[in-house]
């Protein structure tokens, strides 16, 4: 008994449309059934059939790579942030997965970002991405200048660190940041919080008083950077023969 077998046709799907590729033509002589498509960017490919119907292929080559190209996938980090799939991405991690707020960034800039350029959300909604809410800081130091509170007078990335007075009122000048950038205004010890301290007690001036060691002769009771004085240099008494000429002037 001979069998008989049946040729299924493929269905057609010309005019169709999967994703990038509009279907063209049927390519008879192949099998499985493959068809001609013609890509949004304007080459033309023949692609397998249940590649088209499953969404496997989404066009002729190009969509991969496109710089900013945007899978279906969607992933929220732990942190917050929204993910999308960008295999090709250089900033893609082991998944194929990238910050969507870089991804858009990018996009707004028409470049990759730089190492050190760091995107900032403006409302502080980590998951809204959208390109008004999105800023790009130039450095780690700049956006860091976005989080802080609005008492906070830490010196600005791009601020001079000018000169200013200690509020002693002993007239030494220094640097008003630290090397941290925290505002100063006094001097080391010039706070008059240590009762026994042996610097400028707080805002008292400097004044003339006369040597410890008894030769009445005046000088400033502290020295240039705050420090207490009781002696005139070489009058304390350490060396004796600075001490006896003392004693019979």
């Known amino acids: 008994m001979t069998k008989t077998h049946y040729t299924q046709l493929p269905l057609d799907l010309v005019g169709q449309t999967f994703s990038r590729l ?16 013609q890509c949004e960017c304007g080459n033309e490919t023949i692609v397998l059939g249940k590649n088209l119907k499953k969404g496997n292929t989404r066009s002729c080559g190009c969509l ?3 710089k900013y190209y945007k899978g279906p996938g969607t992933r929220h980090h732990s942190a917050g942030y929204v993910c999308k799939k960008a295999p090709h991405h250089p900033r893609a991690d082991s998944d194929g997965y990238v910050y969507e707020h870089i991804l858009v960034a990018e996009a707004m800039i028409g470049r990759f970002l730089i190492p050190g350029e760091m995107v900032h959300h403006l409302d ?8 008004e809410n999105l800023c790009i800081a130039p450095s780690p130091a700049h956006h860091l200048a976005y989080h802080r509170t609005p008492w906070s007078q830490r010196q600005l990335p791009d601020e001079e660190n ?13 640097l008003r940041y630290d090397g941290s950038g925290r505002p100063r205004i006094y001097l080391h010890g010039h706070n008059g919080k240590k009762p026994n301290s042996i610097y400028c ?3 008292k001036p400097n004044r003339l008083v006369e040597c410890a060691c008894g030769c009445k002769e005046p000088m400033w009771l502290y020295a240039e950077k705050g420090r207490i004085r009781r002696y005139i240099h070489g009058h304390n008494g350490r060396n004796m023969g600075l001490k006896q000429r003392h004693q019979h002037s």
């Open 162 to 174: 000018s000169l200013a007075q200690c509020k002693c009122g002993c007239g030494n000048i220094f």
């Open 22 to 37: 509009t279907v063209l033509a049927y390519e008879p002589g192949r099998h499985p059934s493959h068809w001609r498509c």
């Open 201 to 203: 007690q707080g805002n």
């Open 124 to 131: 502080h909604d980590k998951a809204n991405n959208s390109p």
């Open 64 to 66: 991969k790579l496109s």
